[in-house]
T-cell receptor
């Protein structure tokens, strides 16, 4: 059975802190790994990762994939209150997207 | 504006009633998906459609039905057979159904059974 596990389940930090969110997976037919940010409603797309070791970066967010160890991390530097959200990791296995339970991030001012 | 719309935003249903959730996209995407999200759990796939007039069951299809008569529309019916339908329902679409394309999500419908 395909499985995606995210850790930690929740996290509270202060503005300016750096956070690292983890995603490990076991799937039968890996094609890519995606990160989404969900603020109450629709998840919004952040990154798609297909190759090991290549960092994807967008502003203060970055992510990297390790296909040998079967995990990915999402880093957020200099956190802001607007980063408070649920961060979802999902793995494309065959034609389906398998989601982790998400990490709830709360950034306090 | 291109995007995915879902309606209604909130829906209340009495036990024993069927309800239909709407999902429309004008992105010209071939594939569309329905997910269910419960507190503390990831999104779980209910049904997906890779092309018009074709759809497949996801991991939790029991008690749900769909149709895909038009490319832009993928309505989901929650039947009275669904034992615990209260949840947040998300519709998504992707360019193709080949799995490698990013899925984009609608704003969701929150269904509450009274």
């Amino acid at each position: 059975e395909d499985k995606v596990v995210q850790s930690p389940l929740s996290l509270v930090v202060h503005e300016g802190d750096t956070v690292t969110l983890n995603c490990s997976y076991e799937v039968t037919n890996f094609r890519s790994l995606l990160w989404y940010k969900q603020e109450k409603k629709a998840p919004t797309f952040l990154f798609m990762l297909t190759s090991s070791g290549i960092e994807k970066k967008s502003g203060r967010l970055s992510s990297i994939l390790d296909k040998k160890e079967l995990f990915s991390i999402l880093n957020i530097t200099a956190t802001q209150t607007g980063d408070s959200a649920v961060y979802l990791c999902a793995v494309v296995s065959g034609n389906k997207l398998v989601f982790g339970a998400g990490t709830i991030l709360r950034v306090k001012s | 504006d291109g995007g995915i719309t879902q309606s209604p935003k909130y829906l209340f249903r009495k036990e024993g009633q069927n309800v239909t959730l709407s999902c429309e996209q004008n992105l010209n995407h071939d594939a569309m998906y329905w997910y269910r999200q419960d507190p503390g759990q990831g999104l779980r796939l209910i049904y997906y459609s890779q092309i018009v007039n074709d759809f497949q069951k996801g991991d939790i299809a029991e008690g749900y039905s769909v149709s895909r008569e038009k490319k832009e529309s993928f309505p989901l019916t929650v039947t009275s057979a669904q034992k615990n339908p209260t949840a947040f329902y998300l519709c998504a679409s992707s360019l193709s159904g080949q799995g490698a394309d990013t899925q984009y999500f609608g704003p969701g419908t929150r269904l509450t059974v009274l």
